[in-house]
């Protein structure tokens, strides 16, 4: 097992190896920020409509409303690898 030390150097290692210290042109962030907005609301669009159209809320049973608990884990999840999608197309043309 790694001590608490070994840890540290290993995420802040993580740190500097994913988020570079030089930042992106604002060209390559607007570019990263669409593709993180375009694919966000792909997926609201998509979790909306199956609340709309495809849950049964008035049915006695839990069944639609926990579908619905693990589609928002879902969407939260698909979110933020989102977010990391459009950071990394923000910094494919930027070298260290």
């Given at each position: 097992?790694?001590?608490?030390?070994?840890?540290?150097?290993?995420?802040?290692?993580?740190?500097?190896?994913?988020?570079?210290?030089?930042?992106?042109?604002?060209?390559?962030?607007?570019?990263?920020?669409?593709?993180a907005?375009?694919?966000?609301?792909?997926?609201?669009?998509?979790?909306?409509?199956?609340?709309?159209?495809?849950?049964?809320?008035?049915?006695?049973d839990?069944?639609?409303?926990?579908?619905?608990?693990?589609?928002?884990?879902?969407?939260?999840?698909?979110?933020?690898?989102?977010?990391?999608?459009?950071?990394?197309?923000a910094?494919?043309?930027?070298?260290?």
């Amino acid at each position: 097992m790694l001590e608490a030390p070994a840890l540290r150097h290993r995420s802040r290692m993580y740190c500097k190896m994913f988020f570079p210290r030089t930042p992106p042109g604002w060209r390559d962030t607007l570019r990263g920020a669409l593709v993180a907005t375009g694919s966000i609301a792909v997926l609201s669009v998509g979790s909306v409509a199956y609340l709309r159209l495809g849950a049964n809320f008035e049915q006695r049973d839990a069944s639609d409303a926990l579908a619905s608990v693990v589609l928002l884990g879902l969407w939260l999840y698909a979110a933020n690898i989102a977010l990391l999608v459009g950071y990394r197309v923000a910094r494919s043309d930027v070298r260290p």
